[in-house]
């Protein structure tokens, strides 16, 4: 790159000077720019038109995105009835309103509909993208009438048409790593069966219906192994709304992103799950199954090392501290966060203590101690560590893993085949000047 400038300190030369700046080499500049934060991405498109095509080219998001999810620091996102406040352990790093998030509604009905009842919630997370559900309730109970896919952080959004479930238990965005597209899938449990719905996000005008599937009463993260997403089906819960038989088992449930099938693989054999305590989680691209033994206080880990014959094996057990509390407590629960930098399996340990009797505490309904620990599991060191606590006021809020990203999911951007990715980029980053 040059760049001319006149040569006013000599009089003798009348011809211009020229001040040579070095390019930056392309991987470099890639490598750099992929470690830098979204916000100041979104300014750096104004540099030049090169640095634009690079930060708008998808090869560059799944980049800038893989940096991201290996990221050794877990980044949270605090959702509470108005706002997203997105903080790591210690500090905010920035805070957004819901409705700033949400589209204008075309739709006269649900536009009158939502100036008297309106309620934005945040039902699934997926690459930095989130889906928003515009509640309503007109009368009856509360139903999602609108979805919206958005990234908080660069704030693109789209619309997804109306979804003929009312009441959804799941509501999970995914990503189809072959198609390079993210859907949404929808269960919803209508007595004796379940209903879902998928919509292709960029392909489909519609939804569209699925056979075979699994309700899911918690609101766990759903780990990605092998193409699927997976949960664990409690029958426990169903038999008393008539879903399934007295004698139906204990399943785990894989949904195939790319097939769009649901499929069952057998739990350990030999172990009791417990539905408040223990949950599944990926680690290492295996599916694993953390079982909170209350017998031993313990914590075994589990590895599905043979997917498609569902053989677990018992890779190791270790001591489990807040175990030996549940002896004080009423009841224990864990909510599955997600996985951070490959090394952290993170989840959210709930307590509801009652009032100690001993000390002159009155009993009364309302009366219960709740307390919440972020809580990181490394399986590599076999080591538990409380990551922060919540306090009374933070657990009206709901608490989720955040992932930075320039991801969005609106159309279908041109791909062209493994072999050809990096020169293809090269090519069209390199032509423009």
Not at 389 to 403: A, C, F, P, T
Request: hydrophobic share 35%; with cysteine; aromatic share 10%.
């Amino acid at each position: 790159m040059l760049v001319s400038m006149e040569n006013e300190g000599n009089t003798s030369s009348s011809a211009p000077a020229t001040l040579a700046i070095p390019s930056i080499p392309t991987d470099v500049a890639i490598t750099i720019l992929s470690k830098v934060p979204v916000k100041s991405l979104l300014r750096f498109r104004c540099v030049c038109r090169a640095w634009c095509t690079l930060i708008d080219c998808k090869y560059f998001r799944e980049i800038h995105l893989n940096q991201a999810k290996h990221k050794q620091n877990p980044t949270f996102v605090v959702e509470t009835e108005e706002e997203l406040h997105v903080t790591d352990t210690k500090n905010m790093i920035f805070r957004i309103r819901k409705d700033e998030l949400s589209q204008t509604i075309k739709d006269r009905t649900l536009r009158r509909i939502n100036s008297v009842n309106r309620n934005l919630s945040i039902l699934s997370w997926c690459n930095g993208l989130c889906c928003l559900a515009n509640f309503v309730s007109p009368a009856g109970p509360r139903s999602p009438q609108l979805y919206q896919i958005v990234n908080p952080t660069t704030r693109r959004s789209t619309i997804l048409p109306k979804s003929s479930l009312q009441n959804p238990e799941i509501c999970q965005i995914v990503y189809d790593p072959a198609s390079g597209m993210y859907k949404l899938l929808v269960v919803e449990s209508v007595r004796p069966h379940f209903r879902s719905e998928i919509f292709t996000i960029g392909a489909d005008f519609s939804w569209r219906s699925l056979d075979g599937a699994y309700g899911c009463h918690r609101p766990f993260e759903k780990p990605f192994v092998s193409g699927a997403i997976h949960w664990i089906f409690h029958p426990m819960f169903y038999r008393q709304t008539g879903h399934i038989g007295r004698s139906s088992p204990m399943l785990i449930v894989a949904f195939d992103v790319g097939k769009e099938r649901f499929r069952t693989l057998s739990c350990p054999q030999c172990i009791s799950l417990d539905e408040n305590l223990d949950f599944l989680a990926e680690f290492g691209g295996s599916l694993c199954l953390l079982h909170f033994n209350s017998t031993t206080q313990k914590l075994e880990f589990w590895v599905l090392k043979d997917y498609w014959n569902s053989v677990w094996i018992k890779d190791h057990s270790v001591e489990c501290e807040f175990l030996r509390r549940a002896v004080a407590c009423s009841f224990m629960q864990t909510v599955h966060l997600g996985t951070v930098g490959d090394e952290q399996i993170v989840f959210l340990l709930k307590l509801k203590k009652q009032p100690d009797e001993e000390d002159g505490e009155l009993f009364t309904p309302t009366s219960f101690l709740w307390q919440e620990f972020v809580v990181s599991y490394d399986p590599n060191r076999k080591i538990l560590r409380c990551l922060n606590s919540r306090i009374r006021e933070d657990m009206r809020s709901k608490l989720g893993l955040y992932v930075e990203s320039l991801t969005y999911a609106e159309t279908v951007d041109f791909e062209p085949s493994t072999d050809e990715t990096y020169s293809w980029f090269l090519e069209r980053f390199m032509s423009v000047e």
